[in-house]
């Protein structure tokens, strides 16, 4: 398979999740999630106004080295902590082009044991 290809077919299945979830909005914004090969990002980003409004990454854990499934959680847990103490409590969750496993599950298990609601 060709890169062009490949690269359609990611930004189609990314279309095609962000079609389903809706627009993020102030009282609920997106959490958008990426994940490169070292590290794990997250966004709280209110689509109507095209501004984050939180982000944290696994670049921001400081301290013992940890496996990148502990540091997506870790990340998980810093966006909502985050998100809290700027008054948002709901979110709606964004995986992109990425499956719901491994680190994109664990970013969100984070989140949702610090009580952000999606």
Do not use: C, W
């Amino acid at each position: 398979m060709d890169k062009k290809s490949y690269n359609a077919k990611k930004n189609r299945r990314a279309a095609k999740i962000r079609k389903t979830i809706g627009k993020g909005t102030k009282d609920a914004p997106r959490l958008s999630v990426f994940r490169s090969n070292t590290q794990t990002y997250a966004q709280l980003i209110d689509d109507s106004t095209g501004k984050t409004l939180v982000s944290a990454s696994s670049n921001e854990i400081k301290g013992s080295k940890k496996s990148k499934l502990e540091a997506a959680k870790e990340v998980g847990k810093m966006i909502a902590e985050k998100a809290l103490k700027s008054g948002i409590t709901k979110a709606v969750f964004d995986r992109g082009r990425y499956k719901y496993h491994g680190r994109v599950k664990a970013l969100a298990e984070g989140a949702r044991e610090s009580k952000l609601i999606f």
